[in-house]
């Protein structure tokens, strides 16, 4: 589906609001166009339209009192009244002249000797004529003035109603687009939540974080200013050429060669936006990755002095972003104001042209009423174009910030189902397991069997597979060959969810959230209350370690802990395991970076944590599993030993030598 189609979709959530908003955007657009056409009435019938006939009156009402004579204008007066003799006021220059009859063979005018005298195609005529004085004129101007204060009322109304209504178009669309980006920026997070751990492994954290949060920014442009300025647009030039068709046809025939010329122009401007905006919206996610790992390891940059380095691939970065923008920029440039330019220079080019053979005047091709009210509209028609212009930046923009967080949620992801099944008795068992992150099997034809309660240690050098097998257990990745059972159940045929629900986890380099101690250890699950977060970290000991911090177990935590040492880390991650009463538990290396003294407190506590529960323990130090009712020894991705402390020592194979190693080369008995 398309990226349009698809925010299209988006947008019909909130179909409501937006059809609100639109609806009183079209009504601020439409009291707007009015006005030019008032501004042509009170030109036309009120300024200009002393020059309409006038006749002798009997009633007073609208009627002027000159010479002891009343004059009302021939459109004052009502059905039924009697009309007297007709009269005429003709302007020439600035000055107004009476004359007491009317005048068949109008033209150009020229006053001499108490003679009006008009000349048309050749032809003149004179009649007799008064000039009159500025009280005179006032009076004649006076039935005008309540019209023509109506039309400015009615004028600043509409002007008063487009800008309540423009307001509230405005802060529904906010509305509206806040909204359907929240409702984005949710299912995208949702759905991050769901994808399979391997799609973080290609992946940076900052890029990720750049979809969620700049993409979706840029695509709230889209539902704000580019809908509103696009639907203004197509109201208002709708509008105009309506109302330049009812002025002259012939003209706003003309006119819309606009159109396809915009057109045009919208598709050659598209085709270069696009591609300088995928490297631009590109760059900025690789930007954002480089900052996030650059903060995550400052420790090893400083210590390493890599400080140049990594500014030096950061700028290399910024400079090709740079380099894109400016190539947008410059496209913007050429594409905006000088295709507005154009198109204005182009039009009123015509617009002489058609208008320079006649005079404006009475019996000219138009009223000035008219050259007013078109002038005024095509210069308004250029307002809608450089906004619709203006706009294709941002339109791009979010289309491609769009296709970016559309492919996000089109990776496949998992269901994340909330059936909750009775506790295990935690029975494992792999039966002929082989594994493949790629192409390589990293575990090979693996087969062994953990039963409830019993304590299982993987041991073996970096890359045998101790850390796969774990991984498989927890299915955050599937096993291409073989079976892995749970209480004889084969994990594929159960949701994820449902598998994890009764395992617990503790890694080598724990992972602890922006909180507290407590929160950390409950994750905010409700089932988990405050006495079992207690209960969780005495058992492992932890009081003992945490028992000097000023707030306890509401001590603030930042991210990942950095505040706190890795023992007290590590001891908040083995009670977030325990506080969760798993069935199955896994411990990856979860005393290789802990003090003698805190590995010592852990120790202590196994006994008691193991009892009820499978355990397997990932452990580079051999000492911390010699307990173990079953060790594993890997090599390559195979199980070459198998037994227990004694028995594998007894072997004398590969165990014996690792153990050996780690003794200094005492004999163990």
Known sequence: MRVGNRLYRYALLFKKTIIIALLMLTISVSAELVGPFIAKKMIDDHILGIEEPWFESEDTKDAVLYQETYYKRGDYFVEGEAKGDEVRIYQDGLEFYFVDQPVLNEGQRSYENGMLSFNQNGESTAVPAEQLEVSEILAFYEPEIPRMIQLVLLYFGLVLVAAAFHFGQDYMLQRSANRIIQKMR???????????????????????????????????????????????????????????????????????????????????????????????????????????????????????????????????????????????????????????????????????????????????????????????????????????????????????????????????????????????????????????????????????????????????????GKSSIMNLLFRFYDSQKGEIRIDGKNIKELPRQTIRDHMGIVLQDPYLFTGTIASNVSLNDPRISRRQVEEALKAVGADRVLKHLEKGLDEPVIEKGSTLSSGQRQLISFARALAFNPAILILDEATSSVDTETESIIQEAMETLKAGRTTFIIAHRLSTIKNADQILVLDRGAIVEKGSHDELMALRGKYYQMYQLQQGGKQAG
């Open 186 to 464: 949710t299912d995208v997070f949702g759905h991050i939540q769901c994808l399979p751990i391997n799609y973080f492994d290609n992946l940076p954290a900052g890029k990720v974080v750049a979809r969620i949060t700049n993409d979706t920014e840029a695509i709230r442009e889209l539902y704000v200013q580019v809908l509103s300025q696009f639907f203004y647009s197509a109201i208002y030039i709708t509008g105009i050429y309506i109302a330049l068709f009812i002025l002259d046809p012939q003209l706003a025939a003309i006119c819309l060669l606009l159109l396809p010329i915009l057109y045009v122009w919208i598709i050659v401007y598209r085709r270069y936006a696009s591609k300088y905006n995928h490297v631009v919206r590109s760059k900025v996610s690789e930007i954002n990755a480089s900052i996030n790992e650059s903060i995550q390891g400052m420790t090893i940059i400083q210590a390493f002095r890599r400080e140049k380095k990594m500014q030096q691939e950061f700028e290399e970065m910024n400079n090709t972003h740079y380099h894109y923008q400016n190539k947008l920029l410059s496209l913007n440039s050429l594409m905006s104001h000088n295709l507005v330019t154009i198109l204005r220079n182009i039009t009123f080019v015509t617009f002489i042209w058609y208008f320079g053979s006649g005079s404006i005047g009475v019996e000219s091709v138009v009223t000035v009423g008219v050259l007013y009210a078109f002038v005024d509209y095509l210069t308004r028609l250029f307002q809608p174009v450089t906004g619709v212009v203006n706009q294709l930046a941002n339109l791009e923009i979010a289309l491609v910030a769009g296709e970016r967080v559309f492919n996000l949620l089109d990776e496949e992801g998992e269901d994340v189902q909330d059936i909750r099944t009775g506790r295990y008795t935690g029975h494992v068992e792999f039966d002929d397991v082989s594994f493949a992150y790629k192409e390589e099997y990293v575990l090979k034809e693996l087969s062994f069997e953990a039963k409830p309660g019993e304590t299982i240690g993987l041991v073996g050098y970096t890359g045998s």
